[in-house]
C-alpha cells in the first residue's frame, strides 16, 4: 500500500513537471530506492518511539500503583517503593531514543 502511494506520488510529480525534464528508468529506479530507505528508517523510528512510550507508560502506572498503596499500607513501607519507581522513570527518561 505504502509502495503504491509513494509510486502515485512519484509519477504525479513527473507529470506536474512535464517535459521540462525526461527520468531515465535508472534514475527513477535510484529516486524509488532512497524512498524507500528513508521510509524504512522512518519506521525503524516510529517503533523506537513506541516502545519508549510503553516503557514510559509502564513507569508511570507503576509509580501510580506505588502511591496508591499509601491509602492502605504504612507510608514507611511505601516510600521506598515510590522513590525507586520514580528513580527508574527518570533513568528511563534520559535513555530516550
Same mark, same amino acid.
Given at each position: 500500500?505504502?509502495? #503504491?502511494?509513494?509510486l502515485?506520488?512519484i !509519477?504525479? =510529480?513527473l507529470?506536474?513537471?512535464?517535459?521540462?525534464?525526461?527520468?531515465?528508468q &535508472?534514475e527513477?529506479?535510484?529516486?524509488e530506492?532512497s524512498?524507500?530507505?528513508?521510509i524504512?528508517?522512518?519506521?525503524?523510528?516510529?517503533t523506537? #518511539?513506541?516502545?519508549?512510550?510503553n516503557? !514510559?507508560? =509502564?513507569?508511570?502506572?507503576e509509580?501510580?500503583s506505588?502511591?496508591?498503596?499509601? &491509602?492502605?499500607?504504612?507510608?514507611?513501607?511505601?516510600?521506598?517503593d515510590?522513590?525507586y519507581?520514580v528513580k527508574?522513570?527518570?533513568?528511563?527518561? #534520559?535513555?530516550?531514543?
Amino acid at each position: 500500500m505504502k509502495k #503504491q502511494l509513494l509510486l502515485v506520488a512519484i !509519477m504525479s =510529480s513527473l507529470l506536474i513537471s512535464g517535459c521540462a525534464k525526461k527520468v531515465t528508468q &535508472d534514475e527513477y529506479d535510484s529516486m524509488e530506492s532512497s524512498y524507500q530507505q528513508q521510509i524504512t528508517e522512518l519506521e525503524s523510528k516510529v517503533t523506537s #518511539q513506541q516502545e519508549y512510550i510503553n516503557t !514510559m507508560n =509502564s513507569s508511570i502506572q507503576e509509580i501510580s500503583s506505588s502511591v496508591d498503596r499509601f &491509602d492502605y499500607e504504612d507510608w514507611r513501607i511505601v516510600v521506598p517503593d515510590v522513590y525507586y519507581a520514580v528513580k527508574e522513570l527518570e533513568n528511563n527518561i #534520559q535513555t530516550e531514543p
